[in-house]
């Protein structure tokens, strides 16, 4: 088919995995940045992983929802990182 798609040429989905800052501290955020960082280095040709702010914070809360391709990433940061 012209212009079709096909699965396999489609990147995978990010799976998510929120971390939540109650009470919001700021070097706790800084530190959880540069340790996952670290611990996933993002790859040269594509985003490994990345990060938003949801906008239902809560007020003195800070969560952060990380996007994984790899689920095993996922996996592995949410039994690490989650509260």
């Known amino acids: 088919m012209r212009g079709h798609k096909e699965e396999g040429n489609r990147p995978p989905p990010y799976h998510r995995v929120r971390v939540e800052f109650d009470p919001y501290n700021h070097d706790q955020v800084q ?48 039994l690490k990182y989650s509260r």
């Open 31 to 78: 530190d959880l940045l540069i340790r996952t960082r670290r611990e996933f280095p993002k790859w040269s040709d594509k985003m490994r992983w990345k990060y938003s702010v949801p906008e239902d914070a809560r007020p003195n809360v800070w969560p952060l929802d990380f996007h994984f391709r790899d689920i095993e990433d996922a996996i592995i940061f949410g």
